[in-house]
């Protein structure tokens, strides 16, 4: 399959991982939006937000798990951070496998208002 997410997971592309088990993948984006940008990623090969099933629940969960340690490891958890989910072409997203975006490290503009 042509996915680049599902090259990092496989390790035949190179990534800076900050976190893994046997369901997440975290690693820093090549090009940061913010002093801390990861990227968060299931290793099962999921498309967009809109082709989660019931069944990967658990899995979603757990990478807002992911997450919360990841901001701690940062530390940056208690200054604050945002995680975003882009999905579909409007939104911006480029790789379609799901990925959360971990941003931090400095004050964030507003996203809304
Ligand atoms: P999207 O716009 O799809 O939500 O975000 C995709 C993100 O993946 C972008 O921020 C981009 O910089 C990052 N990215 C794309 N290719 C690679 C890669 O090969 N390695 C890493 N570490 N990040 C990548
Ligand atoms: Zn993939």
Do not use: W
Not at 10 to 32: H, M
């Amino acid at each position: 399959m042509d996915c680049i997410f599902c090259k990092i997971i496989e390790g035949s592309i190179p990534s800076k991982k900050v976190f893994e088990n046997e369901r997440i993948l975290a690693f820093y984006d090549i090009q940061p939006s913010a002093p801390q940008h990861v990227l968060i990623i299931p290793k099962k090969h999921i498309p967009t937000m809109n082709d989660v099933q019931t069944e990967d629940l658990a899995l979603i969960g757990e990478i807002h798990q992911a997450a919360q340690q990841i901001a701690r490891d940062l530390g940056i958890a208690e200054a604050g951070y945002r995680l975003i989910n882009n999905c579909g072409k409007d939104s911006g997203q480029v790789v379609f496998h799901i990925h959360y975006h971990l941003l931090g490290g400095e004050k964030l503009g507003a996203l809304v208002g």
